[in-house]
């Protein structure tokens, strides 16, 4: 059986053992459940985000989160379609299994579509991997794809490896590999996720790509200082580092809503009480919070019926029930 090339070192482990520590913390300050709807909503749309901005998709954070909302959103069509695309794909992840190889050109068909011809399928031609207009890899020939593609698949079935090693190596060999005409860096992106997920389900809403997207030109640099070695150690490490940070930026995140939402919620009221025309990013202004924090808040105001929406969101106001 194939055997990807790659070393575990001393700092490999560590991460790992790190990761393992701080994934346990986090499930302790959500209480051991699964985030709100929102929040799980809001950390997919900025990995959809940062995932095509990778690919140089030009929308804004607040264009996606319009488009997967189904509002009007003036922006090149095939970025407006990439964005619809990503958004099914995530949304069937629950249903894909990672160890399946149909499952893989399923999601491609779905991430793909109307962008590429036959999507769903490995190339029939050559391709290289580029970093703007600098090719840093010319994957192998189109004839050898499925057989590597299916090696790769019977290793990660049957690899002893960590989950958290195991998904960096099969996301480094796929890019290696490269096997479809487009949407290679995406796929690869999110089915390391889907590997991740497998193993702790938290990993399926934790916007790991943001903090690769943040750290795009090292990205890039591990991938090529990888295939100059001739194996993914150096992938691995960016890798792990990447999801490291994503889980302490987001107990940071955790932390700050668990210790203030009572007070917030609080100030919330006294402040459409104040004014009742109040808008989510005036709130957020007033109370320096983050937008998506007080879209939290009024969300969890309506449900608890202490406030209800009167007329259009932009013409609208508030109500608080007495």
């Not at 709807?37 to 804004?60: C, D, V, Y």
């Not at 995140?253 to 210790?259: C, P, S």
């Not at 939290?296 to 608080?320: F, M, P, V």
């Amino acid at each position: 059986m194939y055997t990807p090339p790659f070393t575990i070192n001393d700092k490999i482990l560590g991460l790992v053992s790190e990761i393992s520590e701080q994934i346990g913390a986090l499930n302790v300050m959500l209480g051991n459940s699964m985030p709100s709807p929102m929040l799980r909503k809001e950390n997919q749309i900025k990995t959809i985000h940062s995932s095509l901005a990778i690919e140089h998709n030009s929308l804004s954070l607040q264009q996606v989160t319009d488009v997967i909302e189904g509002k009007h959103v003036l922006g090149a069509p095939n970025e407006i379609q990439e964005v619809k695309n990503a958004l099914q794909a995530y949304q069937l992840m629950q249903s894909l299994d990672a160890y399946e190889e149909k499952d893989l050109l399923r999601a491609h068909g779905l991430m793909m579509t109307d962008l590429v011809n036959k999507a769903g399928q490995y190339r029939t031609e050559g391709v290289g991997m580029f970093d703007g207009e600098k090719c840093i890899h010319v994957a192998p020939p189109a004839d050898r794809v499925p057989s590597l593609m299916a090696e790769l698949f019977e290793w990660m079935r049957n690899t002893d490896a960590h989950p958290l090693i195991s998904s960096c190596v099969f996301h480094y060999e796929f890019e290696f590999i490269h096997p479809f005409l487009d949407g290679n860096g995406r796929m690869g992106r999110y089915w390391q996720t889907m590997i991740l997920a497998r193993w702790k389900s938290i990993f399926a809403w934790l916007p790991v790509e943001t903090i690769v997207k943040q750290n795009q030109q090292e990205y890039y640099n591990a991938i090529a200082q990888s295939d100059a070695q001739g194996n993914s150690t150096v992938f691995i490490d960016f890798m792990l580092r990447c999801i490291l940070q994503a889980i302490q930026e987001q107990q940071k995140t955790t932390n700050n809503v668990g210790v203030n939402v009572g007070v917030n919620e609080q100030r919330v009221l006294d402040l459409l009480a104040a004014d009742l025309s109040l808008t989510a990013a005036r709130i957020a202004e007033q109370l320096g919070i983050s937008t998506r924090q007080a879209e939290r808040l009024l969300a969890a105001l309506k449900q608890k019926n202490l406030i209800r929406r009167k007329g259009a969101d932009r013409n609208g106001h508030w109500e608080i029930i007495k």
